[in-house]
């Protein structure tokens, strides 16, 4: 059974930072591209980031490029979403997912695993 576990929220002023971690078990880990995705209120599903199973090439939104860094372990079996300059619109929960060789897809619906989320709220 595929588990991804997603920790690392809360609530932060605006300007500062969070790291956040996605777990993984239930599956080849490095054969996975690991993903980022967020939820605000009312909205859509976003495409945040993902990186390729061996960790060589990154893909960003242009909305948090610059600001936010996706990076993974693979002994571990975790991924990770460092965060910075965070502001009040970053308010969303946080979701990872997996996609079996996966390289830069930014759509929901091509990722075959996803966490439960976890809640990031920046105050003013």
């Known amino acids: 059974q595929v588990q991804l576990i997603e920790s690392g929220g809360g609530l932060v002023q605006a300007g500062g930072s969070l790291r956040l971690s996605c777990a993984a078990s239930g599956l080849t880990f490095s054969r996975y591209a690991m993903a980022w995705f967020r939820r605000a209120p009312g909205k859509e599903r976003d495409f945040l980031a993902t990186?390729?199973?061996?960790?060589?090439?990154?893909y960003y939104a242009d909305s948090v490029k610059g600001r936010f860094r996706i990076s993974r372990d693979n002994r571990k079996k975790t991924a990770f979403l460092q965060m910075d300059s965070l502001q009040p619109e970053d308010t969303a929960i946080y979701y990872c997912a997996a996609n079996l060789w996966g390289a830069g897809n930014r759509r929901a619906d091509e990722y075959n695993y996803w966490g439960q989320g976890t809640q990031v709220t920046v105050s003013s």
């Open positions: 990186i390729t199973g061996s960790g060589t090439n990154t």
